[in-house]
Nanobody, 121 residues
């Protein structure tokens, strides 16, 4: 089992920056990918960014150039630096961890409880 705990959410004005962190514990050795997802009110949860154990990253088109995902394998932490925030970035942000791909896409096996990010206009 892997436990994930997010921190760093809050209220920020449009155009501002915010950083999220995720602390992972448990059977970390089994994890091959970690990522951030978000769910806005009334919408489905969507991928924000992922990073593999080897450091390969992938971003949703909506956040490319504004968000940066990084991980510290030694400290078992995952970060998301969010710049140039927009009101449409308002959502609950979830940290996730996965072991393998299913049908070519990473399948996330573990999820944190989420942290709320609110961007005011």
């Amino acid at each position: 089992q892997v436990q994930l705990v997010e921190s760093g959410g809050g209220l920020v004005q449009a155009g501002g920056s915010l950083g999220l962190s995720c602390a992972a514990s448990g059977s970390i050795f089994s994890i091959n990918v970690m990522g951030w997802y978000r769910q806005a009110p009334g919408k489905q949860r969507e991928l924000v960014a992922t990073i593999t154990s080897g450091g390969s990253t992938d971003y949703a088109d909506s956040v490319k150039g504004r968000f940066t995902i990084s991980r510290d394998n030694a400290k078992n932490t995952l970060d998301l630096q969010m710049n140039s925030l927009k009101p449409e970035d308002t959502a609950v942000y979830y940290c996730a961890a996965g072991i393998s791909r299913v049908a070519g896409r990473w399948a996330m096996n573990y999820w944190g409880k989420g942290t709320l990010v609110t961007v005011s206009s």
